[in-house]
């Protein structure tokens, strides 16, 4: 039963910090490229970040670079977005998904399982 487990979501004023966490069960982590993604009311699910199997590689939306860092513990089977310096257009439902290289980082297609989302609200 594979299962992503999103955790850490709430509502935050702009410029205040939150991290997600996503717990993974059910398959080997070690072996999956992990990315954040988020879809905002009325628009498309967007790509976030994403981090190699290892951790030694990670990507970023432009939107996001340079306020969110992506990591993961492999020891634990989490990834994290350590969200800082939030804005309202960071608000979304933010989920998690796993994929196996080859794959796109940055496309949701490349992803084979996704968790059920957890809420980010950034007030003005």
């Known amino acids: 039963q594979v299962q992503l487990v999103e955790s850490g979501g709430g509502s935050v004023q702009a410029g205040g910090s939150l991290r997600l966490s996503c717990a993974a069960s059910g398959f080997t982590f070690s072996m999956f490229d992990m990315g954040w993604f988020r879809q905002a009311p009325g628009k498309e699910r967007e790509f976030v970040a994403a981090?190699?199997?290892?951790?030694?590689?990670?990507y970023y939306a432009d939107s996001v670079k340079g306020r969110f860092t992506i990591s993961r513990d492999n020891a634990k089977n989490t990834v994290y977005l350590q969200m800082n310096s939030l804005e309202p257009d960071d608000t979304a439902v933010y989920y998690c998904a796993a994929g196996l290289r080859p794959l796109n980082v940055y496309s949701d297609r490349s992803y084979m399982h996704w968790g059920q989302g957890t809420q980010v609200t950034v007030s003005s």
């Open positions: 981090v190699s199997r290892s951790g030694s590689s990670t």
